[in-house]
């Protein structure tokens, strides 16, 4: 457990991880952890299709790295050798016949030994959780989070650029908390904040299933350990949503509202009883109502009747030129990790700067992947979906795991909502953090026994 928790504090803590100096042993420490999953003699068993995914990912990455020969890569990516022609001298003089589809081989074994570290990581810890190692990692994110937040808002009173209050980053953000850009802290915050409201919503139905028949015994049970606990969680989602609302990220917002609609869906499709449905929803829709009134609803009106702003503006070049760049690479992209350069030779707009994602990334991965990668990666979804949908239909999870299990799936259902305007796990910091909660996600819980249910 501390070896999972340290991965999650050091990917946030460390500015995201976005630099080498921190994305390196957090890599190392994620390929370390799952290979201990991997290894543990009470792992359970492998998900194997999704195994094969991660796997097919894996070596269509690999093939954007096999040298071809100049005539070999006009046929497959004729874009391929036009770009080379103008961005390697060598191959351009001719001095290098042979070259591999990645139009810069370095940045995509980069990002192939990032893929392979979170995989690994992943799966590893799918196979190893179990319920008494979840419940403390879930506790001691919710804290994490909290601090986090608590940080963040503290620095919104004296905002001087620097994360931390003396680190300038490299290149011109808006910090938030310990990241360099506040979208990238508003989607780890997200993803913590709804495996958070899992568990709180897994406390509140086994307070509910519990609950004392007469007024003075529900008066007596807020002297409980079972309260405070579930006082304190609540504490620290109203800070966490707080401090997302206070970054003033749309797609962090909206992302945080698609994970919240869908695990009240899943929680009132799911209570039999009608005051356990009205006890969630009165819970959730306070915190709401709290922090958007702390927050201020004016400020976030304005923020989002603000369509065509700088930002905005960014973005829509972004994806012009992605979509470009796909099409001009359609069979396997320009390689893994490598939208920046090809931004030397097919960014249209605000060209007084480069662009480093797409804000995008699924037009980035469309850009750099092709269908080379695209086919492994909508596998890869469809299977994980698959076997997640097949873990809630078992029923083998206490009250608690299941609805820790259904905060994490909807923690990855908004990050995946973010992407679509913004690149938030493209900092390996979030991508750990998208691993622990796919690997929660996905676990297989061992049978209920009478005593557990």
């Not at 980069?110 to 506790?139: E, M, R, Y």
């Not at 989070?145 to 994360?163: E, H």
């Not at 707009?349 to 990666?377: M, R």
Request: charged share 15%; aromatic share 10%.
């Amino acid at each position: 457990m501390g070896l999972v928790v340290a991965v999650i504090a050091w990917g946030a803590l460390a500015f995201g991880a976005v630099y080498p100096w921190a994305y390196r042993p957090l890599a190392a420490t994620c390929l370390a952890c799952g290979a201990i999953g991997l290894l543990s003699p009470t792992r359970r068993t492998l998900p194997r299709q999704v195994v094969v995914a991660l796997a097919a990912l894996a070596c269509a990455t690999l093939v954007q790295q096999l040298p071809l020969s100049r005539a070999a890569l006009a046929q497959i990516s004729p874009a391929t050798v036009e770009v080379l022609g103008r961005y390697d001298v060598l191959f351009a003089a001719g001095f290098i016949q042979d070259h591999a589809l990645s139009i810069a081989p370095a940045r995509t074994w980069t990002g192939l030994i990032l893929l392979a570290c979170f995989a690994t990581f992943w799966v590893g810890l799918a196979v190893s959780l179990h319920d008494k190692l979840i419940i403390p990692v879930v506790q001691c994110l919710i804290g994490l989070s909290a601090g986090i937040a608590a940080l963040a808002i503290a620095q919104m009173g004296g905002a001087t650029g620097k994360v931390y209050g003396f680190w300038q980053p490299e290149f011109a953000g808006a910090p938030f908390g310990p990241f360099v850009n506040r979208n990238h802290c508003a989607g780890w915050l997200v993803m913590s904040a709804l495996v958070g409201f899992g568990y709180f919503s897994g406390l509140l139905a086994r307070s509910m299933r519990d609950r004392a028949s007469s007024w003075r015994a529900r008066v007596v049970w807020f002297s409980t350990r079972e309260a405070s606990r579930l006082i304190l969680v609540a504490a620290g989602l109203i800070i966490v949503t707080l401090a997302v609302l206070f970054s003033a990220s749309r797609s962090g917002i909206a992302s945080m509202a698609v994970g919240l609609t869908a695990l009240v869906t899943l929680r009132a499709v799911r209570l039999r009883h009608r005051a356990g449905r009205v006890a969630f929803l009165m819970s959730i829709s306070l915190v709401v109502v709290l922090c958007v009134g702390w927050a201020g609803s004016d400020t976030l009106v304005r923020r989002f009747g603000t369509f065509h702003d700088d930002s905005l503006d960014g973005r829509l070049g972004a994806w012009r030129d992605a979509m470009a760049v796909a099409r001009r690479f359609p069979v396997a992209g320009t390689g893994l990790n490598t939208f920046d350069v090809s931004m030397l030779f097919y960014q249209t707009t605000h060209v007084d700067k480069i662009y480093t994602a797409a804000h995008n990334d699924y037009l980035q991965l469309a850009a750099e992947g092709g269908v080379l990668l695209a086919a492994p990666i909508l596998l890869l979804v469809v299977v994980t979906v698959r076997e997640v949908w097949g873990r809630f239909a078992d029923r083998s999870d206490t009250p608690v795991v299941y609805w820790v299990r259904a905060g994490a799936a909807s923690g990855l259902l908004a990050i995946a909502a973010q992407e679509a305007g913004d690149f938030s796990l493209q900092m390996p910091g979030n991508a750990a953090l998208f691993c622990v909660l796919a690997a929660i996600a996905l676990h297989r819980s061992v049978p209920i026994s009478p005593a557990r249910t």
